[in-house]
């Protein structure tokens, strides 16, 4: 039976904050529940992905958030067990000189998926209904210009076959500032700090405003916004993921090649040739 997902009504646009709306489950997750249910979906989303590539679908998923939301840590669980021969991530640095004198969505445009990929945006053309009018990037013409072309471009992108799946990570300000503040201290996440983090870190009730803004005239019946709690980012992954695959339409499919045949040649009877041995690096470990 294919997998569809269940029309989302448009009466109401996603919460504000994580949590505000709904009770949030349990925040205790073992390590062993936390893995076996990453591990069943994790094949759940190999069979998607083995029907999307058969099919020739097309697939664009949007990640938006604020800093240390957890956007990342998700992309990187989907990601990880697929052919990255058709699941791509893009996250596009700041505009060029020439592309800030193009048409705003065209340096996205050529990211988008072709036949049988799924490409997932770690940031994408929002950065315009949020960063960039926070920060003082673009205008207020410009930000206004966007949010009205936005339904519009989205609607295109889904006329033409693409189904574009959005997603807001949801996330407090007290578990974003211990979030931060673990970035600080870890030497192998101090790059994920930049300077415009630190001053968007100050803007919290500016972004809360725009962000809200951006749901009530980007929120549509064609490409609506999912808001996912992730204050605990384990089960923010889990739950993102599972409903990820609801709003695929796919039959499950198994890989082409189920077992491997016994080998011609005996395994004991083949070496290393001697060159190769000579190329060696160090045994350091």
């Known amino acids: ?39 069943d979906l994790h094949l759940r989303l190999i069979r998607m992905q083995n029907d999307i590539r058969a099919r020739g679908t097309r697939v664009l998923v949007i990640f938006e958030g604020r800093d240390a939301a957890g956007k990342g840590g998700a992309i990187k669980r989907i990601t990880q067990p697929l052919n990255p021969r058709s699941a791509r991530v893009v996250a596009l640095s700041k505009p060029t000189e020439r592309e800030q004198s193009q048409w705003y969505f065209q340096r996205y445009i050529k990211h988008l998926p072709a036949a049988g990929e799924m490409v997932l945006f770690d940031r994408s053309w929002y950065n315009r209904a949020g960063v960039e009018p926070v920060m003082g990037f673009c205008s207020t013409e410009q930000h206004d210009a966007f949010l009205q072309s936005v339904p519009v471009f989205e609607k295109l992108l889904v006329e033409e076959g693409i189904h574009v799946v959005k997603y807001w990570f949801s996330v407090s300000a007290a578990e974003q500032e211990r979030r931060l503040q673990a970035r600080a201290a870890d030497p192998t996440k101090r790059w994920k700090i930049s300077p415009i983090d630190l001053q968007a870190r100050e803007k919290w009730d500016a972004y809360s405003q725009r962000k809200d803004q951006m749901f009530e005239r980007t929120h549509t019946p064609w490409a609506p916004w999912h808001v996912v709690d992730s204050n605990n980012k384990k089960r923010a992954r889990l739950n993102c993921i599972s409903h990820l695959l609801s709003q695929i339409p796919h039959e499950p499919r198994s890989a082409e090649i189920q077992r491997l045949p016994p080998r011609s040649e005996d395994p004991e009877d083949l070496h290393r040739s001697g060159s190769e041995q000579a190329l060696m690096i160090p045994q350091s470990y």
């Open 1 to 39: 039976m294919t997998h569809r997902a269940d029309q989302p009504k448009h009466s109401r646009t996603p919460s504000d904050e994580a949590g505000s709306t709904s009770k949030s489950p349990p925040q205790s997750l073992s390590k062993k529940a936390y893995e076996k249910a990453l591990k």
